[in-house]
DNA sequence: ATCCCTCGTGTAATCGATTCCACGAGGAGG
DNA sequence: CCTCCTCGTGGAATCGATTACACGAGGGAT
C-alpha cells in the first residue's frame, strides 16, 4: 500500500517539503548541507514523485499521444518505434492509442488521452472528418498530424509524398510493358487513400494511360480487403496485368488471392506496393515498393509537437519516398534484383 | 488556459461540486432533477473529468502498463493487440512500453509506468534478472508475466507450451530424413531463449539425435543476430541440414544469410520457425512455424491482472502451441502444402 | 554601527477531483 | 404532536506534489 511521499523524505532529511521540492526540480537555491540530506533520504527510502500530483499541479504531463492507425501494420508500428525514441530523447513519454482503422476506436482514444491531460498529441486519422480531432485541435490541444492528415484545420502535417516514387513506379512498370494497371486503394476519407490514386492516375495519364473505375479497388488498408479487391480485379474480363497495392497489408492480401487462384507472380500477374517493409525481401517474389522514410518521419512529428508545445512555431514537413524494385513486377536478372535487394539492406541498416 | 472544472459544472447547475461527483461516479443518491441538471451542465459545457485528479484522489489509474519486448516483432503486437482490446473491454487502458529488448530500456519503462502509478504491469521480461522488476512485484505492484517470466518471482505467468509442437517438428524433420538439426536460440537470460533449446535438445534425444554446442546459435530475438548465426551454421565443415530460428525475426534473417549465400530453401538447408506470423504463408518458401495461441495468450494475461488487481487470486495459465507445416523443410506435394496453407488462414480469420 | 540585499528556508495556498461528516427537511410511527 | 430515521445536500479535508510569499540570518556598503 504504503506510498513514499515527499512529506517521508522531508521528515527523513530534516527539512521541509518545499526544500525536497526545490532539491528534485533544481530550483532555487538550497545549501549544499540540506541538498545532501535530502538526497541521501530520497535514496535511502527509495522514493520516486507521484508523476499524477506532480502533473495535476504543473498542469503538464511530459507525454504525448500517439494515434496508431493499426498496430498489426508494420510501417506504423516502424513509426511508432521512432516516434518514441525522439520522444524519450526529448524528455518525453509516449501513450499509444491503436485505432485499428476504426474511427470510433479512434476517438476512444483520443478522449482517454485528452482526459489523461496529455500534452500534445500526434495523429494519423483513421478517417477524414473526425469531429473530436477537430474539436480538440481549435480547443488548444498541440497537435501534429502523421502521415494522413484532415485538411481545414491549422495543424502542421509531416508526411511523405509518394509522388515522384509513383511516377517512376509507372514508368518502370511501362518499361516492362504493362498497360492494364490496377489500384487497391485505401479509404477515400483518409489523405492516402486517396493520394495515391491520384498520383498513380496522374503518372498513368503521362502516358496517355486512363484508370478506369473497375481497376480501383475500394481497400481500407487491412490484408482482408486487399484479397477481396483482388478477387476482383481477377474476375474481370479483361484482368489488370499490374496491381499496385496503397499500402503492405493489403499487398499481404492481394497475394493471397493471387496464390488461391493458382497465379504466379510476376508471371500471370504484376504485383507492387506502397510501404516498404522488411518481409518484401523475402516474399515470393520479392515484392517492388514504394519506402517511405519512416523513421525521420516519426522524428520530424516528434520535434514538430514538442516545438508547439514549448512554444515554438513548427512547419510542416514533406520527405519523399522511393521507388525500390525488386521483381515482382516483370522479369530481371538476377543479378540486377541482387543488387537491389543489397542496396535496400543496406539503407534499411 | 481553459479547463473546465467541477467548480464550473457546480456552478451552472446551481449545486455543490460534491454532487457533481455524485452524480458522474452513481455514488449515493441524488434527486433527479439534480441530477438532471448537473447532466446538462456536463454536456454544455464539454466537460471532461481530469484523470489526474481523480486518480490522485482514489489512488487508482484504471490503467494497465504493457512492456512489450520489441514493437517491431510482429507477435509481440499481436499480442498487445489483443490485450488492448481485452483490457478495454474490463474498462482499462494499456500504456505501451517498448522494450526493444534492452533491459536498461525496459527499466526505463517500468520507473516511468511505476511513477505514473499504474494499477497493474503486465511484463514480458526483456532479460532474467531485472532487480526493478522483482522489487517492484515484491513491493506490492500487480504483475503479471507474459510470454516470457522471471523464476522466483511470486507473479502468475501466462504463456505457452511449446514442448508438443516442437517434438512434432523434430518429428516430421525426422521424417523428411534430416538429421543434422541446428537452432538459433534466443537470450539465455530469457525463459523462452533457454526453454525452446532445451525443447529441441529433447525431442531430438527422443531420436537419438545430439545437439552439438555448434549447432546451437546464440541469437537475441532480432533478425541481425539470426543472420550471424546462420552464416556461422553455413562456415561448418559440416553444416546443419535444418535450420530451427527460436522466434520469426532470427527466422527472417537467416533467410537473409541464406539467400546472400545463394542457397535455397528447403533444396540446400530447411528452415523452421517458432512463432507463426501471417507473412509466412507468403515467403519463398512459406515457412513451417510452431503458431501460438496469442489472442489467447494476451486476453488471458489481462484477466489474470486485473483479477489481481481487483483482489482476486488468479493462476497461472499455460496454453499448447502447435505445429504449421508448410513446405521449408522439405519436398511435399503441392496439394498437401496448400492444404496446410489454408488450414492456417482459415484459422487465422 | 546601521541599512539593505541576498540567500536559505518554511508555511500555506493551490491544482481538480472524491468522500467523510454534519445538517435540515420531511415522512413514518408512536 | 413529538421523535426518529432517511434522504438529499453542502462544507471541508484529502490525495502529493509545486511554488508564491514571508521571514530570519548574515555580509557588504556606507
Redesign the interface.
Known amino acids: 500500500?504504503?506510498?513514499i511521499g515527499i512529506k517521508d523524505v522531508a521528515a527523513r532529511a530534516g527539512v521541509s517539503v518545499a526544500t525536497v521540492s526545490r532539491v528534485l526540480n533544481a530550483h532555487t537555491s538550497v545549501s549544499p548541507a540540506a541538498r545532501e540530506r535530502v538526497l541521501a533520504a530520497v535514496e535511502a527510502l527509495g522514493y520516486?514523485?507521484?508523476?499524477?500530483?506532480r502533473?495535476?499541479r504543473t498542469?503538464q504531463?511530459r507525454t504525448l499521444g500517439l494515434i496508431i492507425s493499426d498496430?498489426?501494420n508494420?510501417y506504423f508500428?516502424?513509426l511508432?518505434?521512432s516516434v518514441?525514441e525522439e520522444a524519450?530523447a526529448l524528455g518525453y513519454?509516449i501513450?499509444?492509442g491503436?485505432a485499428?482503422e476504426r474511427p470510433e476506436l479512434q476517438d476512444?482514444h483520443i478522449?482517454?488521452l485528452?482526459?489523461?491531460?496529455i500534452d500534445g498529441l500526434l495523429v494519423s486519422p483513421a478517417d477524414g472528418g473526425s469531429p473530436l480531432v477537430l474539436d480538440a485541435a481549435r480547443?488548444?490541444t498541440p497537435m501534429v498530424f502523421v502521415d494522413r492528415w484532415i485538411p481545414g484545420a491549422d495543424v502542421p502535417v509531416v508526411r511523405s509524398d509518394g509522388r515522384a516514387a509513383v511516377r517512376d513506379l509507372v514508368a518502370h512498370l511501362h518499361g516492362l510493358g504493362h498497360r492494364r494497371l490496377a489500384i487497391i486503394a485505401g479509404p477515400a476519407a483518409t489523405t492516402t487513400g486517396s493520394e495515391r490514386v491520384a498520383a498513380f492516375r496522374e503518372a498513368l495519364a503521362a502516358y496517355g494511360i486512363a484508370l478506369p473505375d473497375a481497376y480501383i479497388g475500394q481497400g481500407d488498408f487491412q490484408?482482408a480487403s486487399g484479397r477481396r479487391a483482388t478477387e476482383r480485379f481477377l474476375a474481370l474480363p479483361e484482368p489488370p496485368e499490374v496491381v499496385f497495392a496503397a499500402d503492405n497489408l493489403m499487398a499481404?492480401g492481394a497475394?493471397?488471392a493471387i496464390?488461391a487462384r493458382g497465379l504466379r507472380v510476376p508471371h500471370d500477374i504484376a504485383l507492387a506496393a506502397f510501404d516498404d517493409i522488411?518481409?518484401f525481401?523475402?516474399?515470393?517474389?520479392?515484392l517492388t515498393a514504394i519506402a517511405q522514410p519512416t523513421e525521420e518521419l516519426g522524428r520530424a512529428a516528434v520535434r514538430a509537437l514538442t516545438d508547439l508545445i514549448e512554444g515554438r512555431t513548427p512547419e510542416s514537413v514533406t520527405l519523399p519516398a522511393r521507388l525500390v524494385v525488386r521483381n515482382s513486377c516483370g522479369e530481371r536478372t538476377t543479378t540486377a534484383a541482387t543488387r537491389a535487394?543489397l542496396a535496400t539492406?543496406r539503407s534499411d541498416a
Chains 1, 2 share one sequence.
Not at 114 to 117: E, F, Q, T, Y
Not at 281 to 286: I, K, L, Q, Y
Open positions: 500500500m504504503a506510498g520516486r514523485p507521484n508523476a499524477l500530483a502533473s495535476l498542469d504531463t498496430v498489426l508494420p508500428t516502424a511508432a518505434r518514441e524519450r513519454s501513450v499509444f491503436n485499428d476512444h478522449r482517454t485528452l482526459d489523461r491531460r480547443a488548444g490484408a499481404l497475394l493471397d496464390r522488411p518481409w525481401v523475402h516474399t515470393d517474389p520479392p535487394t539492406r
